[in-house]
């Protein structure tokens, strides 16, 4: 019965593409094994289903572009003689790859965030080993045509997240995505470094200068695709396939974006899953930096520059607020007004007297006396015979 | 009277320092003259005049350093011997130069939102010009040790704001600061193309370095002050000279600033005054812009890139929203979904069906040819003969 259902989820993967909205509907109504006998038109679908799936939909909002399971059924119709989930499975265990599915062991449980656009299936291709809850993942996601300046960063972020422990999250495409995947595999303190989730099916590696890289992740980490073995990486599946980005990580963060990029439909995704979006500053003179720039402007995405602050937004446990790195405050910090004033108006080279000073910083001489007891504790003034002058460090 | 008034406040200004609150306080209370009378010791404020003295500064919140006025009057006292007003109002007229108080037709409205650390008067070398109201007064502040970068991004923005017929106030520094002045020099389009509001007296130009540049700001706009003629520009003053920058401007943008710098002090102030705190954003790697994404982070501020963004916070009558920049979409914004994973399924070169599209794109056969209709309309496909393919610009 269960590889049954395992089986009807990759057949329904097949019939429909990413995120139908009515399928998935269906298949949360009456489970796999009927939605599938709905979808092909083996069984009928009663009044009691149509009303689950409308109210299913509506819950999901997605009811304006319902027009009932019969046009949906039509929709479906063309793909129903290519079914064939055994062979598909078959195709990726030759890969040494695998079909999962909700609630086998490597189902990643935060993709239950995703509601009704839960994925059906994911076929897996890489280590035999969970992905791990969001807030130990972080994507990192950004333009193909990255410059020098995102390559750079986007490799020292991914290396040093992944150093403490963070699974990287990317698309696998050149550009950031590649130096997402590199700078993970080289850090590689996590058991699980780094998960490419891609557009197309996972029995090849796409794109072709990206074959050697995808392989690598797969044998330490994992590479996965919600649509079967064979399926081309078309645009709509990108675009759907974000959605699976955002959801596995707890922040996403865009290093280098063109004013429009897919890497912002991911921001998005990971924005409206109430995900944290990170965005990497640039030269404002850097095309590849406008999409980060206008994520900050929106006030959708936080700034962060360094490896700190983006573990602070993980929420993983035992993070050190970013405000640490800088840890020698200045000698002045923590003086009051008045000190300040008075400790301006001290010379560095000859003396002054209490009463010159009180002119100079405009405080009365009892004011004076007790400011320079304070500021020669903090060894930032010194007397000699009655004679008051900066210190050094002041 | 009027000049009377006038003159206490010059001799108040430097028998105090800036935002002296008791002193303020003081001011408000009885008036310019008696507070001068209170303050030198020649008045004695009876029990009335103490507190509402202590009810103002309860209200703006100073109260918790408030040690009654025979304590101010001690640490005024030191400077009483030194007040010659109507020399310092001399000393100015012989640089061509005055002095303002509120209710002159110089003094700008805008300095009222500070309420009671408005400052007592202003001593101005410039124009005999207002300076505008704060929707059409931007400033720009940033690090003294600017970089490359950091001086070119301010001298565009500058000259551009400039251009548009903004007012650029700035602090007359190195660095940030003179390429904000010199940028609004080249501009301006405004009468008043820029103001350098001091942190010490405008009787010399400081520092040397930037004599000329202040020079030509004063011919051309304002050179100004808070602090009489003679005062030496202190730390503590540079902190208060802050706040007069940030309620001047409407938005106040920093350009470049390390993680402490002078400039996230201005900041504050702008913010404290309910003012838009912008930063100008750069490589993660310079310790110039740590201070801007500082800034970003925490919240505090918005990030700016161009001349518009900025001049859409002034508040201005008439600014374009910067959306406007790219006003092209892209040949496939706004398709349905449908029809966006129609546009995938369809070859570039040979022609297919309407059925074979039909599975390849996992759509019925009747929404395949509906779809089709509206991609030929928006030119994104084309038929031949029954068999369909992408217009090139698809």
């Known amino acids: 019965m269960r590889e049954r259902e395992r089986l009807a989820r990759a057949a329904l993967a097949r019939l429909m593409e990413p995120q139908d909205s009515v399928g998935l509907a269906l298949v949360q109504a009456v489970g796999p094994l009927d939605a599938l006998g709905i979808a092909t038109g083996e069984l009928s679908a009663g009044p009691a289903v149509?009303?689950?799936?409308?109210?299913?939909?509506?819950?999901?909002?997605?009811?304006?572009?319902?027009?009932?399971?019969?046009?949906?059924?039509?929709?479906w119709a063309p793909r129903v003689r290519d079914l064939a989930p055994e062979r598909d499975v078959e195709t990726m265990r030759r890969f040494g790859g695998r079909l999962i599915v909700p609630g086998d062991d490597l189902w990643p449980e935060q993709l239950a965030d995703l509601g009704l656009k839960e994925p059906?299936?994911?076929?897996?291709?890489?280590?035999?080993?969970?992905?791990p809850p969001a807030r130990e993942t972080i994507a990192l996601v950004g333009s193909r045509d990255s410059t020098g300046y995102g390559s750079a960063v986007t490799g020292d972020l991914a290396y040093g997240l992944s150093q403490r422990g963070y699974t990287i999250v990317s698309?696998?495409?050149?550009?950031?995505?590649?130096?997402?995947?590199?700078?993970?595999?080289?850090?590689?303190?996590?058991?699980?470094?780094?998960?490419?989730?891609?557009?197309?099916?996972?029995?090849?590696?796409?794109?072709?200068?990206?074959?050697?890289?995808?392989?690598s992740v797969a044998t330490q980490g994992a590479v996965i695709a919600e649509v079967p073995p064979g399926s081309a990486?078309?645009?709509?599946r990108f675009l759907q396939r974000n959605r699976l980005i955002a959801a596995l990580a707890s922040v996403t963060?865009?290093?280098?974006?063109?004013?429009?990029?897919?890497?912002?439909?991911?921001?998005?995704?990971?924005?409206?899953?109430?995900?944290?979006?990170?965005?990497?500053?640039?030269?404002?003179?850097?095309?590849?930096?406008?999409?980060?720039?206008?994520?900050?402007?929106?006030?959708?995405?936080?700034?962060?520059?360094?490896v700190g602050e983006i573990a602070e937004l993980?929420?993983?446990?035992?993070?050190?607020?970013?405000?640490?790195?800088?840890?020698?405050?200045?000698?002045?910090?923590?003086?009051?007004l008045e000190d300040l004033i008075l400790l301006d108006a001290l010379p560095i080279r000859s003396g002054s007297s209490v009463e010159k000073l009180a002119v100079v910083a405009g405080l009365s001489p009892d004011?004076?006396?007790?400011?320079?007891?304070?500021?020669?504790?903090?060894?930032?003034a010194a007397s000699e015979g009655g004679s008051w002058k900066r210190k050094k460090n002041g």
């Open 120 to 131: 059906l299936c994911l076929w897996w291709r890489g280590q035999e080993q969970a992905i």
């Open 233 to 236: 990486p078309t645009r709509y």
């Open 367 to 380: 004011a004076v006396r007790a400011g320079l007891g304070r500021l020669g504790l903090l060894g930032l």
């Open 314 to 336: 993980s929420g993983r446990s035992g993070e050190a607020l970013p405000q640490d790195k800088e840890v020698h405050d200045g000698p002045h910090d923590g003086l009051s």
């Open 171 to 215: 698309g696998g495409a050149y550009g950031i995505d590649a130096h997402a995947h590199r700078g993970a595999l080289n850090g590689a303190a996590a058991s699980m470094p780094t998960i490419a989730v891609m557009a197309g099916g996972v029995d090849r590696f796409y794109p072709a200068g990206n074959e050697d890289l995808l392989r």
């Open 50 to 75: 149509e009303r689950e799936v409308t109210a299913l939909l509506s819950q999901d909002g997605s009811l304006a572009s319902w027009p009932g399971l019969v046009a949906s059924q039509r929709r």
């Open 253 to 306: 963060v865009v290093v280098e974006a063109r004013w429009r990029s897919g890497a912002l439909n991911t921001a998005h995704h990971a924005e409206s899953l109430g995900r944290v979006v990170a965005a990497v500053p640039g030269s404002v003179h850097s095309a590849n930096s406008a999409g980060c720039h206008r994520l900050l402007r929106d006030g959708g995405a936080v700034c962060v520059t360094d």
